[in-house]
């Protein structure tokens, strides 16, 4: 199982960077978990669209869709052999009602508690803390198993997301100078404990736009475990 990082910051990115997107490959088998801002274009530079197996949405925050659109448009003038199925959570919101009308899209309403396959991936979802709902997703080949959490604040049914996992994929936005209990996200620090506490293989992502690459490694104490994502990076779980 590979992973690579399309998109790492949020709310939004400077410099060229984009905004929350990954792409899973196992045995010839595709998946995008959420598609933010800037990151269509490097998907596409990767793998042709007929072969994306799924898209997975973590929640409906722009920084995590930005891209979902665009993709439509892609769907339509590439895909070649069927709808393209979308996983994700219909909130009620105004960005669900649009995502109903995209016809190009088969639409899958996840529920906790239910395990889906696509190709040779297995996997579920965990509800995690956020303004709106959002799902973290445990996908497993049969040899590794990732966990992703999407965007978050530390709670308990994160520790049912990780069991079991090979490497987690977590949501670190705030260095803990910034951080406090009202912030919408954890903050790296919180991202490391886990990793320290559980021994498990880390790549902390979803960096505020204004952080430094070293600024976020000074929080990581030295944890051979954890990461901080890199975009365009190849991870080999």
Do not use: C, W
């Amino acid at each position: 199982m590979k992973l690579t990082v399309l998109g790492k910051y949020g709310p939004f990115s400077v410099n060229g960077g984009s905004t929350s997107g990954y792409l899973l490959e196992s045995n010839g088998d595709y998946a995008v978990m959420d598609l933010g801002s800037g990151t269509l274009t490097k998907l596409l530079k990767r793998i042709d669209i007929n072969e994306l197996n799924f898209v997975y949405l973590s929640h409906l925050h722009f920084d995590h869709i930005a891209d979902v659109g665009i993709l439509s448009y892609a769907v339509s003038f590439l895909k070649k052999d069927k709808k393209l199925k979308v996983y994700y959570h219909d909130d009620g919101s105004d960005v669900s009602k649009v995502l109903k009308n995209i016809a190009v899209f088969e639409l899958v309403n996840v529920k906790e508690n239910q395990i889906y396959n696509e190709g040779n991936l297995v996997f579920s979802f965990y509800k995690m803390t956020h303004p709106v709902d959002s799902f973290g997703i445990k996908i497993s080949d049969g040899g590794k198993t990732l966990a992703y959490t999407g965007d978050t604040t530390y709670n308990e049914n994160i520790l049912n997301l990780i069991n079991g996992v090979d490497f987690l994929l977590a949501d670190g936005a705030f260095l803990e100078k910034d951080y406090a209990e009202n912030k919408l996200h954890m903050s790296i620090k919180q991202v490391n404990d886990i990793s320290l506490k559980y021994q498990l293989k880390t790549l902390v992502t979803h960096i505020s736009f204004n952080y430094k690459d070293s600024d976020v490694y000074k929080e990581l104490k030295k944890n051979k475990l954890i990461k901080v994502a890199k975009e365009n990076k190849t991870y080999k779980l």
